[in-house]
């Protein structure tokens, strides 16, 4: 990696990180661990097809935790010199000293440790001079401005590249880290007809350039979904099945999964306390996390404490299979790590048969949601009310859009109404999973 434009070399900053620990015990600490970062990225963006920003980002950092016991301190650093890796250490341990004990933190135990470290394809460097990215933006928006007249003002369109590595060590001797990549092209533009006027956008991201849509394809959509919601209309408050596109479903997954993880179950802050092995869901919903897949954006074979990753099946016909859980939030539980220290991995959610057209005249009459407001979402109760717009369905078939409408209900009462999950599946982050039809919500005019 001597040409990759960074200061170090992946197997320099990994000896680094395990000389980081050597000064943590010789400084007296019973364990310790360790993490340094090398990223680069640029972002380059235009509006109305003038280029309107050039951002680069080259950043690098090392953090430290450090155990007296079961006292705690932690410290970071962007100077990766000799010296201030030293006085970071010593400032983690210095730190320790005046915490309180905690008997639930520690390293995760050593047996559960990653043995070995496949490569995942995770790294893929997109090499675009600021001309050739602007380019790609210019194309990006001309698309979308080509798609209808009423389309009269542009938010911009942007491409991002980014790159790093990083390493990872602690005492119990283990030590990995690899290189990854992510880039995006993004849109966004403006619509108006008579006294209407509204704007929408489209993205995509990837570990590689040749895994997103075209510029022009993400321009086209965003034009699309922007006049697609010109001269919307308010609707009479009532409870209809409600159809999640797909963009939205994968926030939905999220409230789950937050609702499952480690830290608001063992604070007693989840709607879905002692639920391992309970129905939560509609026996539709099968979800999987997947460690593995190459490419993924959210792949890994190890977590941030280097516990081996697995894939697993976190829910079953609707029936929860397992938490996801740090060591630390494991012990305060009694239970063993998932290996989800720093979050979850890939997560794929089954489809079904239908796909979004499908879904619809499944649906028959109801409210498709394209774009959610507020953050109403009370995680203790799982009581769920959230600004929303989108379209009106009757019959089967899309008849205006609608905005300025609230939808309501309960995740826990949600989860169980799925009665379909489509098969047009959205990859943008780290959940895959088509759009959602709930059985019925509450939808309420603002």
Not at 36 to 61: A, C, F, P, T
Not at 189 to 202: G, H, K, L, N, P
Not at 333 to 344: Q, S, W
Request: proline content about 2%.
């Amino acid at each position: 990696m001597s040409d990759s434009g960074f200061s170090y070399t992946l197997d320099e900053i990994k000896q680094m990180s395990e000389d980081v620990l050597k000064v943590a015990k010789s400084l007296g600490a019973s364990q310790a661990e360790a993490e340094l970062s090398l990223s680069i990225g640029q972002n380059v963006s235009v509006r109305m097809q003038e280029v309107e920003h050039i951002e680069y980002n080259r950043d690098k950092g090392m953090s430290v935790t450090v155990y007296f016991g079961k006292q705690k301190g932690h410290a970071s650093t962007s100077d990766l010199s000799a010296q201030a890796l030293k006085d970071t250490v010593a400032a983690a341990c210095n730190i320790a000293k005046y915490t309180a004990k905690d008997d639930f933190c520690g390293l995760a135990d050593a047996e559960l440790m990653a043995k070995a470290i496949p490569d995942l394809d995770l790294h893929h460097p997109w090499q675009l001079t600021v001309d050739e990215a602007a380019l790609l933006a210019q194309q990006c928006e001309e698309a979308a401005l080509a798609v209808d007249a009423r389309i009269i003002n542009s938010e911009g369109a942007s491409v991002s590249t980014g790159t790093g590595f990083f390493a990872y060590s602690n005492s119990h001797g283990f030590t990995g880290g690899y290189p990854s990549s992510r880039h995006g092209i993004s849109c966004s533009v403006i619509a108006e007809s008579d006294d209407s006027m509204q704007r929408d956008y489209w993205y995509a991201t990837a570990r590689t350039a040749a895994d997103l849509q075209s510029p022009a394809e993400i321009g086209r959509i965003a034009g699309e979904r922007t006049v697609k919601r010109l001269n919307s209309r308010k609707i009479k408050t009532c409870q209809v099945p409600v159809l999640f596109e797909a963009s939205l479903a994968s926030g939905l997954i999220s409230t789950l999964i937050s609702a499952i993880s480690g830290g608001n179950l063992y604070r007693k802050s989840s709607f879905l306390l002692d639920s391992l092995g309970q129905q939560i869901a509609s026996p539709l919903l099968n979800i999987y996390e997947d460690p593995f897949v190459k490419k993924g954006l959210a792949s890994s074979p190890f977590d941030n404490e280097g516990v081996a990753t697995n894939a697993r099946q976190l829910v079953k016909d609707g029936v929860l299979q397992g938490y996801v859980l740090s060591s630390y939030s494991a012990r305060k539980l009694g239970l063993k790590t998932t290996g989800n220290a720093g979050g979850n991995h890939n997560l794929i959610v089954q489809s079904g048969a239908l796909d979004f057209a499908g879904l619809l005249k499944e649906m028959g009459t109801g409210l498709v949601v394209t774009e959610l407001l507020g953050h109403g979402m009370n995680m203790v109760t799982g009581d769920y009310s959230r600004g929303a717009a989108g379209y009106w369905v009757e019959n089967g078939v899309i008849v205006h859009p609608v905005e300025e409408i609230t939808i309501a209900s309960n995740m826990a009462d949600m989860l169980k109404m799925i009665v379909a999950v489509g098969n047009d599946v959205l990859v943008q982050g780290s959940k895959q999973v088509g759009s959602i039809l709930i059985e019925h919500m509450t939808v309420a005019c603002e």
